[in-house]
T-cell receptor, first 114, second 116 residues
C-alpha cells in the first residue's frame, strides 16, 4: 500500500458525460501528479500540482482539468467524454517537487466510456 | 524531448533463471532513473531508483546501475520467481529546466512471465 488513495476504483459512463476522479496523496506529500495509461499511448503524464498550484502540464486535453485543494487532495475532471478517453488514470504523489523525489502511485481509476 | 526505450516483451523465463530487461534513455542533463513494477490489476510500485551516474539501485533482489556513458539502466535479477510475473516500466525524471515540473517519462513497459 503506497498510501495514495484514489476513488472511485471503476467508473463506467457514456460519451458526452462528465466525471470527477479523486486522489488523496500520502500524508505530508505536497506534490500530486496525474497520469493516463492506455493501450495505444502507454503511460502519459497529464498534469502536476505542488502545494495547491499548477506546476506542469503534459499531454492533457482541453476537456480535462484538475485542481489541488488546501487539504492537498486533488481532483481530475474529464468532460465531453469520448470513447478514446477510456483508460486507467493514476494519481501519484511525492514529498516535494524535485527530480530526485520518488513518486508513489495510487491504485488507479479505470474509466470506461461507452 | 526526453524518451525511454525498453525491450519489447513478453519475456518468458523459467523459475530461477537470470533476468535482464534492457532500458536506454535520451534526456538533457543527468536525469534520475527509476524502475516501476505493475502487478496484474494493480497500480505501479516503485521498485528501485538511481539519481546519479554509477549509482546502483537495488530492491527485492532486483538491481540496476545508472550508466551515463551508454545512457542505460538495465534491470537484472539473479533468480526470478513466479511471483515476479508483472509488467516492468523504466522511467526518468529530468532535472528542472525553466521551472518545468518533474514528471516521469515512461518506457513502453516489458511484460515478464515466469513459469514454474
Amino acid at each position: 500500500d503506497s498510501g495514495v488513495t484514489q476513488t472511485p476504483k471503476h467508473l463506467i459512463t457514456a460519451t458526452g458525460q462528465r466525471v470527477t476522479l479523486r486522489c488523496s496523496p500520502r500524508s505530508g506529500d505536497l506534490s500530486v501528479y496525474w497520469y493516463q495509461q492506455s493501450l495505444d499511448q502507454g503511460l502519459q503524464f497529464l498534469i502536476q500540482y505542488y502545494n495547491g498550484e499548477e506546476r506542469a502540464k503534459g499531454n492533457i486535453l482541453e476537456r480535462f482539468s484538475a485542481q489541488q485543494f488546501p487539504d492537498l487532495h486533488s481532483e481530475l475532471n474529464l468532460s465531453s467524454l469520448e470513447l478514446g478517453d477510456s483508460a486507467l488514470y493514476f494519481c501519484a504523489s511525492s514529498a516535494k517537487a524535485g527530480w530526485t523525489y520518488e513518486q508513489y502511485f495510487g491504485p488507479g481509476t479505470r474509466l470506461t466510456v461507452t | 524531448g526526453d524518451s525511454v526505450t525498453q525491450m519489447e516483451g513478453p519475456v518468458t523465463l523459467s523459475e530461477e533463471a537470470f533476468l535482464t530487461i534492457n532500458c536506454t534513455y535520451t534526456a538533457t542533463g543527468y536525469p534520475s532513473l527509476f524502475w516501476y513494477v505493475q502487478y496484474p490489476g494493480e497500480g505501479l510500485q516503485l521498485l528501485l531508483k538511481a539519481t546519479k551516474a554509477d549509482d546502483k539501485g537495488s530492491n527485492k533482489g532486483f538491481e540496476a546501475t545508472y550508466r551515463k556513458e551508454t545512457t542505460s539502466f538495465h534491470l537484472e535479477k539473479g533468480s526470478v520467481q513466479v511471483s515476479d510475473s508483472a509488467v516492468y516500466f523504466c522511467a526518468l525524471i529530468s532535472p528542472p529546466n525553466n521551472n518545468a515540473g518533474n514528471m516521469l517519462t515512461f518506457g513502453g513497459g516489458t511484460r515478464l512471465m515466469v513459469k514454474p
